[in-house]
């Protein structure tokens, strides 16, 4: 027999869903914004989060435990605010957007490889190099500019006078 109710029912104070959902996805984004910028690949870090987190505290709702699917709606839809929040607040405050959304990051430039960024995003000589033969670069002095992108892909800008190409190709890791 099905018990409506306590399925419905809230068994978690609703303060508390809030500020669950709050600190784990804070805590994860900052997380995974220091740590894995260059993990995330082509799906972007709080796209990723919000996907984990979205899938975790839809399953507490679905799995039948003791947790209703009504604190794992809340639950869901905290973790989506946030989301939305932080994107708002990135688009409308430069300032907040430096903190949120990652810049790219220069690791070679003029040919010269700034190896204090490498080591910044644990990136060895030949992890650069293998980017660069993956993309028919063999040699930096045909390079003006590297740079790792927010999403962990590299970006090359060759030396070609007033014709400076780009391209970008995903990193294999």
């Known amino acids: ?37 260059r993990e995330s690949g082509t799906t972007g870090v709080t796209n990723l989060l919000v996907i984990v987190l979205l899938a975790d505290a839809a399953q507490n709702g679905m799995a039948g435990t003791s947790t209703s699917i009504t604190d794992a709606l809340l639950l869901v839809t905290v973790i989506i605010v946030w989301s939305y929040l932080l994107d708002a607040i990135a688009y409308r405050w430069p300032i907040a957007n430096r903190l949120i959304r990652p810049r790219s990051l220069v690791l070679v430039r003029e040919g010269q490889i700034l190896h204090r960024n490498l080591r910044r995003e644990l990136i060895t000589i030949e992890e650069l190099h293998e980017q660069l033969r993956e993309q028919g670069i063999r040699d930096l002095d045909d390079v003006y500019e590297v740079r790792m992108e927010p999403d962990g892909q590299f970006s090359v800008t060759l030396r070609g006078g007033g014709d400076l190409r780009k391209r970008r190709r995903k990193p294999r890791y």
């Open 1 to 37: 027999m099905l018990d409506w109710k306590e399925m419905f029912d809230l068994q978690a104070p609703l303060l508390e869903i809030v500020i669950r959902g709050s600190v784990m996805y804070l805590v994860l984004f900052a997380l995974l914004r220091v740590v894995l910028k």
